[in-house]
């Protein structure tokens, strides 16, 4: 079965650059997260989009961007990186379908992309 | 305030026994779900078992069951028959529901357990 994928898988910046990460979302599915996760931390949720727009938004710096395309695929851009912006990125999809509360809808999560920035 | 909380850092368990990781979450929402989560080194993150606020009976999994007190909010996961593939950080997360809120969707995780099985 297909799975979330994220590219790149590893990617390593120096400060003050900036990185462009993408999620690929199972086929047919409407959301996309972002999560953050530091090293030693869980996850924290940064931004999610429903059918191409953004729907939520959490702890994301104002440094960072993101959007959903007409393909559903989404990418978070990242603008001057910091040394704490080094964290593994969560892109997660899920089918919410109508929206009607459904308390059920796993939450795919892909492999993640590793940041470093030096 | 902290809305999931697990508050046990590490847990030791031997190879073939079971073992429970503690979760407790706070919420004034009807509805939400509580998931549980496995974390390899390799870093994905696994689903492994869910629990609607509305479910009458506890999760199971397999070997993952899932001990839901609501009146305590409480969503402990017990791991049966411990394996050494399960040594890993396990989150607890929740999702709350989307009457009047903008919460859509998102999981807040707890600070993980991490699990580490012995031979």
């Known amino acids: 079965a297909a799975g979330v994928i994220q590219s790149p898988r590893h990617l390593i910046k120096e400060k003050r650059e900036t990185a462009t990460l993408k999620c690929y979302p199972i086929?047919?599915?409407?959301?996309v997260y972002w999560y953050q996760q530091g090293p030693g931390q869980d996850p924290q949720f940064l931004i999610s989009f429903y059918e191409k727009m953004q729907s939520d938004k959490g702890s994301i710096p104002d440094r960072f961007s993101a959007q959903q395309f007409s393909d559903y695929h989404s990418e978070l851009n990242m603008s001057s990186l910091e040394l704490g912006d080094s964290a593994l990125y969560f892109c997660?999809?899920?089918?919410?379908?109508?929206?009607?509360?459904?308390?059920?809808?796993?939450?795919?999560f892909g492999p993640g992309t590793r940041l470093t920035v030096l | 305030a902290q809305k999931i909380t697990q508050t046990q850092p590490g847990m030791f368990v031997q190879e073939k026994e079971a073992v429970t990781l503690d979760c407790t979450y706070d919420t004034s929402d009807p509805s939400y779900g509580l998931f549980w989560y496995k974390q390899p080194s390799s870093g994905e993150m696994i689903f492994l078992i869910y629990?609607?606020?509305?479910?009458?009976q506890n999760a199971t999994e397999g070997r993952y069951s899932l001990n839901f007190q609501k009146a305590r909010k409480s969503a402990n996961l017990v791991i049966s028959a411990s394996q050494l593939g399960d040594s890993a950080m396990y989150f607890c997360?929740?999702?709350?529901?989307?009457?009047?809120?903008?919460?859509?969707?998102?999981?807040?995780f707890g600070q993980g357990t991490i699990l580490t099985v012995h031979p």
């Open positions: 997660a999809s899920s089918l919410e379908g109508t929206r009607v509360w459904i308390s059920y809808n796993e939450q795919f």
């Open positions: 086929p047919r599915h409407d959301t």
């Open positions: 629990q609607g606020s509305y479910d009458q």
């Open positions: 997360a929740m999702r709350e529901g989307r009457a009047g809120g903008t919460s859509y969707g998102k999981l807040t």
